[in-house]
Nanobody
Framework: VQLQASGGGLVQAGGSLRLSCEAS????????MGWFRQAPGKEREFVAA????????YYADSVKGRFTISRDNAKNTVYLQMNSLKPEDTAVYYC????????????????WGQGTLVTVSS
């Protein structure tokens, strides 16, 4: 599975962005998908995850109520809608595919996209 993330950019605090991650291959619908982020000088951290069917979603406490993860298996794409953005959301965002538990763990994922930069100005 190859993953291509897009949609990052510069936005003011309080604004919104939608990230997309398109997967190649026919097995997309068999993978759980996750979004992680890494700010400068910090470790990569969990943001959100969605089960293979889309029936279950998981969020980091820091983004709960502001971010929404969704997927369209017909388009091999997972999305991250980010609202009410804060300067502390500034990071490179990575999408990942995998099927090990727990989905909040980096170790649950086998495939990673290249990352897309989100910058939130105050």
């Amino acid at each position: 599975v190859q993953l291509q993330a897009s949609g990052g950019g510069l936005v003011q605090a309080g604004g919104s962005l939608r990230l997309s991650c398109e997967a190649s291959g026919r097995t997309f619908s068999s993978y759980a998908m996750g979004w992680f982020r890494q700010a400068p000088g910090k470790e990569r951290e969990f943001v959100a995850a969605i089960s293979w069917s889309g029936g279950s979603t998981y969020y980091a406490d820091s983004v709960k109520g502001r971010f929404t993860i969704s997927r369209d298996n017909a388009k091999n794409t997972v999305y991250l809608q980010m609202n009410s953005l804060k300067p502390e959301d500034t990071a490179v965002y990575y999408c990942a595919a995998g099927n090990r538990w727990p989905f909040r763990s980096i170790n649950a994922y086998d495939y990673w996209g290249q990352g897309t930069l989100v910058t939130v100005s105050s």
